[in-house]
């Protein structure tokens, strides 16, 4: 898993970060194809840190539907303010869920999912998509999780 990645095994979840980062700026500073880079991006992320899910929804035609993911099956499309990742494209802004049974209308993609972050990407000012990662763990995300996530994801803008 790690290791692939040039990761010395028992590292913090930071140090892991602060490894990945130039790697996926050296991965997405050639490719213009959005969806190339969103398909490395999550797959990167979930060999990096064995997450549960690792995915990404493109808004289009008024709807997030899913895009480029590593894991099992997903939720095809989100409306606009449903669940954790419709909320955050309305809100425009990361949100870490430490357990998404206590998210008021938490859309169950699969019950093994236990808390989850999501983080939107912007171009122009604008949401076109948001990533979405879920552990099978309670408590899985915090404020380090959040600040790497829109590092990474800013790399699409």
Not at 96 to 107: L, R
Not at 118 to 136: H, M, Y
Request: charged content about 25%.
């Amino acid at each position: 898993m790690a290791e692939d990645l040039d990761i010395p095994y028992g590292e913090s979840k930071e140090k892991i970060y602060r490894i990945l980062f130039p790697q996926l700026q050296s991965l997405t500073r050639g490719e213009s194809d959005l969806i190339a880079n969103m398909a490395n991006i999550a797959s990167v992320l979930r060999e990096a840190f064995g997450f549960f899910w690792v995915g990404f929804y493109r808004v289009m035609e008024g709807r997030l539907v899913l895009g480029p993911f590593q894991g099992p099956l997903a939720c095809t499309r989100i409306t606009y303010g449903k669940g954790v990742c419709g909320t955050a494209w309305k809100e425009e802004q990361s949100i870490i869920v430490p357990d998404v049974e206590q998210f008021p209308g938490h859309i169950a993609c699969s019950s093994l999912s236990r808390s989850e972050i999501v983080v939107p990407v912007k171009q122009n000012g604008t949401v076109i998509a948001v990533l979405d990662v879920d552990s099978d763990r309670l408590d899985q995300f915090d404020e380090v999780d959040r600040h790497y996530l829109e590092k990474i994801v800013a790399l699409l803008s």
